[in-house]
């Protein structure tokens, strides 16, 4: 069975412009969460969609956006870039059912954001 | 709120056991999960312990949970040098799926 698949994976871009990544989850999992990760703070949650809709949102600026598609996949863009968005972003797929059924989080490889 | 610890570095030779260890302030988390990160790769996951349970054992990894220190660890047996990497400790929050993650234990692994 095929893992979570984000494009691309490295990405270099100019402050003020804006980024879309791409997140394809396992085949029947339903939700994708997003992820930032940077040396000083660490694994934060950005968001996360389950059929098509925005179930959760992290503590970040209205910059950071994203959307589901009928088939799961999903995309996060980033407007306006700035120099401290160079980070790497995972997506995680699961099956989404949450409350207290476990719901294992498989991540992609994540995709390199560099902002110059 | 929601916090996750865990110490930075951890080292040990090969053959040794090793044992990573994490604090959380959720009381009310259901799962903790422990990650592996390899250098320029994304999460794995590891083993994952339900808050009803003390130990879990499986192959090489032992997770053990104090939920009333609110402590939890992972013990790897004979750590081999392709164990070297981050490893994250995770609780699932009180919001949805989200995972509130530790900022990482380094582990170093000498032949």
């Known amino acids: 069975k095929a893992g979570v698949t984000q494009t691309p994976r490295y990405l270099i871009k100019t402050r003020g412009q804006q980024v879309t990544l791409s997140c394809s989850p396992i085949?029947?999992?339903?939700?994708v969460s997003w992820y930032q990760q940077t040396p000083g703070q660490g694994l934060q949650f950005l968001f996360e969609?389950?059929?098509?809709?925005?179930?959760n949102k992290g503590n970040f600026p209205g910059r950071f956006s994203g959307r589901q598609f009928s088939n799961s996949r999903s995309e996060m863009n980033v407007s306006t870039l700035e120099l401290g968005d160079s980070a790497l972003y995972l997506c995680?797929?699961?099956?989404?059912?949450?409350?207290?059924?476990?719901?294992?989080?498989?991540f992609g490889q994540g995709t390199r954001l560099t902002v110059v | 709120g929601e916090d996750v610890e865990q110490s930075l570095f951890l080292s040990v030779r090969e053959g040794d056991s090793s044992v990573i260890n994490c604090t959380y302030t959720?009381?009310?988390?259901?799962?903790l999960y422990w990650y592996k990160q390899e250098p320029g790769a994304g999460l794995q996951l590891l083993t994952y312990?339900?808050?009803?349970?003390d130990m879990k054992q499986d192959q090489r990894l032992t997770v053990l949970l104090n939920k009333k220190d609110k402590h939890l660890s992972l013990r790897i047996a004979d750590t081999q040098t392709g164990d070297s990497a981050i490893y994250f400790c995770?609780?699932?929050?009180?919001?949805?799926?989200?995972?509130?993650f530790g900022k990482g234990t380094t582990l170093s692994v000498s032949s």
């Open positions: 995770a609780e699932k929050g009180q919001a949805g799926t989200a995972l509130i």
């Open positions: 085949s029947g999992h339903r939700s």
């Open positions: 312990i339900f808050s009803n349970m």
């Open positions: 959720d009381s009310s988390s259901t799962y």
């Open positions: 969609y389950f059929s098509e809709t925005q179930r």
């Open positions: 995680a797929s699961s099956l989404g059912t949450g409350g207290n059924v476990n719901t294992e989080a498989f």
